[in-house]
């Protein structure tokens, strides 16, 4: 059984930094793209950073220049480097992984709070 757990949420003052990361383990045969997603009250889950096998990535318009995404294939795992921190980056993070060869799923961590105050 596929999961991936997130860690490294907190609470940050505005200007900080953060790093959250993501490792994925179970039955896993490959791991295609991976993500963070965010999610506040009453808004909808919103692409902060994804990156691909090969590492190409793509930001959020809302993070461009502030934030990384880095992966490591051989340890399924996967990072996210905050800064310039914003209360407006508060949500929760959520890791996302398409996983499989030829039949591909999608998997979803639990998630990590990360809160920023002014």
């Known amino acids: 059984q596929v999961q991936l757990v997130e860690s490294g949420g907190g609470l940050v003052q505005a200007g900080g930094s953060l790093r959250l990361s993501c490792a994925a383990s179970?039955?896993?045969?490959?791991?295609?793209?991976m993500a963070w997603y965010r999610q506040t009250p009453g808004k909808q889950r919103e692409l902060v950073a994804r990156?691909?096998?090969?590492?190409?990535?793509n930001f959020g318009d809302s993070v461009q220049g502030r934030f990384g995404i880095s992966r490591d294939n051989a340890m399924n795992n996967m990072s996210l480097q905050m800064n310039s921190l914003t209360p407006e980056d508060t949500g929760r993070y959520y890791c996302?992984?398409?996983?499989?060869?030829?039949?591909?799923?999608?998997?979803w961590g639990q998630g990590t709070q990360v809160t920023v105050s002014s």
């Open positions: 990156i691909t096998r090969t590492g190409s990535t």
């Open positions: 179970g039955g896993i045969s490959v791991i295609n793209d």
């Open positions: 996302f992984a398409n996983i499989g060869i030829f039949r591909k799923f999608d998997y």
